[in-house]
C-alpha cells in the first residue's frame, strides 16, 4: 500500500510513495550501521559545525518547508515557519552544549581516577507523528546526532515529504548521508528493525497506544527506548486569577495547531467562583479564531490532519454528551469525513464521559469546576496522563507551592506550557518516560559507563563487589 501525502485542506492527492522493501530497509541500515563506527570518532567541533549548517538551512527553507507542513497536514503557514526556525535554535543550542553536556564527570572514590564517560549507543531508530512535522524530529536528531549517535527516522505515513525533506537539510548541511535517512517503510517493519542488534535504542513520539506497543517491543529486544505519549493538560484557574489574561491564554493554548498538540492545554479546571466568568471569556476568544487556507497568513487555524481524526473527536463529543456534558460553544465539522473542525466548549464534564478521562485532540476546551485550589490539584492529578500543565494565580509562591503537586513532566505557573531547547520535555503516567532537549536530552542515548583506574601502590589488587 502506497505511502501518500494528501492535502487536508483540499483533499488533494498531491504524491505517492512506494514503500520500501526489507531488502532496501536492511541495507539502510547496514549503511547506518557502519557509519555509526565512523561517526562517533569525530570531533564535538566537526558535528557541530555540520549542526550549524543544518540551523542555516532551516532558516534560509523556512518558508519552503512552511509551505509543505501546510499543505501535508494543515499547519498554518505562519505556525511553521516558526516551527522552522525553532528546530534551528534547537540544532544551534546543541552545537553550542553538546560537548559540555556529555564531559567525563570526575568523581571521588578510593581509586586514583574514577570517572564517567558518556559515549554513543550507535543506531537510533525515531517513530515520529504528523503534528509537528519537523519539531518532534529535530528534538530527537539534534542531541543524537551531536552525541555520537546517527538516526533512522520512522514518521508518520502523512507527512513523508516533510520526512525527505529533512534528510535532504541534514545532508547538505554536510552529514555523513549514512548517519540520517528517513524510512518510508510500514509499520510491519518495526519489529524486524528492533529485534537486529545493529539498532541500539528507540525514541516515540505519539500515540499511548503506539507508545505501549512500541515498549513491549523495546522491551522484548532489550533496547533503550524514550516515549513521549498523549497528554491531557490541566489548566488550573484558580479565584484571584486575572481572568481576562487568564482566559486568552487558555484559547490560545487550546487552539495551537487546531488543537493537535500533545500539550495543548485541554482539561481548564476552574474555581467554582470565576467559573462561569471564565467561561464566558474563554468563550468569545475561541470564537474569534479564523480559519481558512493554511497558506494563507491570516489563518488562524487549520484543518485537523486527516478526515479519521475529526471523526473520532466528532465521536467523543457526542459520547460526553450522551453522558451529560454540556456544549456552550458549538463548532465541530460540518460533515461526517469533514477535516475541518471548529472550536468548541464542552461544560459539565463529569468522570464516566470520554471529556473526563480521553484525550481530545483537536479544538475542543473540556471545562471542569472545582470547589477550591486543593480540588482543583485533585481534578489535575485524575488523569491517567501527566505530561503538562498550568496554575494561574496572581499569588506567584503560592502558584509554584501548586505546581509542585502536579503530576506531569512540565507545569507552568501563569504561561502556557511549550518546549525549549533549555527544560527537560517528557510525562509521567501513560504520557510516557525518559525526557527530550536539555542536558537530559542528550543523556538518554548514551553508555554512561564507569571508568576506574586503581591507586598506583597496588596495581593488581582490585576489592570484589
Not at 232 to 260: E, K, P, W
Not at 287 to 307: I, M, N, S, V
Request: proline residues 5%; hydrophobic residues 45%; glycine residues 6%.
Amino acid at each position: 500500500m502506497a505511502i501518500t501525502s494528501i492535502n487536508p485542506y483540499t483533499g488533494q492527492v498531491l504524491q505517492e510513495f512506494a514503500p520500501l522493501a526489507w531488502s532496501d530497509t536492511e541495507d539502510i541500515l547496514r549503511q547506518a550501521h557502519e557509519a555509526a563506527a565512523s561517526w562517533r570518532t569525530t570531533s564535538f567541533a566537526h558535528r557541530a559545525e555540520r549542526m550549524r549548517r543544518a540551523a542555516e538551512l532551516l532558516r534560509e527553507r523556512a518558508q519552503e518547508l512552511a509551505h509543505l507542513m501546510s499543505i501535508e497536514m494543515g499547519k498554518p503557514i505562519a505556525d511553521g515557519r516558526a516551527e522552522a526556525q525553532k528546530c534551528a535554535t534547537t540544532c544551534d543550542y546543541y552545537a553550542e552544549h553538546a560537548e559540555a553536556f556529555l564531559a567525563d564527570e570526575e568523581i571521588r572514590t578510593e581509586a586514583q581516577r574514577s570517572l564517567i564517560a558518556h559515549e554513543p549507543l550507535g543506531v537510533v531508530l525515531a517513530i515520529m507523528p504528523w503534528n509537528f512535522p519537523l519539531w518532534q524530529v529535530v528534538r530527537f536528531a539534534a542531541p543524537a546526532l551531536m552525541a555520537g549517535n546517527v538516526g533512522l527516522l520512522k514518521h508518520a505515513p502523512n507527512v513523508p515529504q516533510c520526512a525527505l525533506a529533512l534528510e535532504k537539510i541534514f545532508h547538505d548541511a554536510g552529514f555523513p548521508p549514512a548517519t540520517f535517512r528517513a524510512l518510508l517503510i510500514d509499520t510491519d517493519q518495526v519489529e524486524p528493525l528492533l529485534a537486529d542488534d545493529r539498532v541500539r535504542a528507540v525514541t516515540l513520539t505519539g500515540s499511548t497506544r503506539a507508545g505501549a506497543s512500541v515498549a513491549a517491543l523495546a522491551g522484548k529486544y532489550l533496547k533503550k527506548s524514550v516515549l513521549e505519549l498523549g497528554g491531557s493538560d490541566a489548566f488550573v484557574v484558580l479565584a484571584d486569577a486575572d481572568l481576562d489574561v487568564a482566559a486568552q491564554n487558555a484559547a490560545q493554548g487550546r487552539m495551537i495547531n487546531a488543537g493537535q498538540s500533545c500539550i495543548a492545554a485541554k482539561r481548564f479546571i476552574v474555581e467554582q467562583s470565576v467559573v462561569a466568568e471564565f467561561t464566558q471569556k474563554l468563550k468569545e476568544h475561541m470564537a474569534a479564531f479564523q480559519t481558512g487556507d493554511p497558506l494563507d497568513e491570516a489563518t488562524q487555524y487549520g484543518p485537523l490532519a486527516r478526515p479519521d481524526l475529526a471523526d473520532m473527536l466528532t465521536q467523543q463529543v457526542r459520547d460526553s454528551v450522551a453522558k451529560g456534558a454540556q456544549i456552550v460553544l458549538d463548532g465541530g465539522q460540518d460533515a461526517p469525513g469533514a477535516t475541518l473542525f471548529r472550536p468548541m466548549i464542552l461544560t459539565n464534564v463529569q468522570p464516566g464521559q470520554p471529556a473526563y478521562h480521553e484525550e481530545f485532540f483537536g479544538p475542543v476546551a473540556l471545562v471542569l469546576e472545582a470547589r477550591d485550589a486543593d480540588d482543583a490539584i485533585r481534578l489535575a492529578n485524575d488523569s491517567p496522563y501527566g505530561l503538562g500543565g498550568s496554575i494561574w494565580t496572581r499569588d506567584v509562591a503560592r502558584g509554584e507551592a501548586l505546581a509542585r503537586r502536579v503530576e506531569a513532566g512540565a507545569v507552568f505557573v501563569n504561561a502556557i506550557v511549550k518546549s525549549s531547547p533549555e527544560m527537560p520535555f517528557g510525562g509521567v503516567k501513560q504520557s510516557g518516560y525518559g525526557r527530550e532537549l536539555s542536558y537530559l536530552g542528550i543523556r538518554e542515548f548514551v553508555n554512561q559507563k564507569s571508568l576506574w583506574i586503581a591507586p598506583d601502590e597496588e596495581p593488581r589488587k582490585h576489592k570484589t563487589e
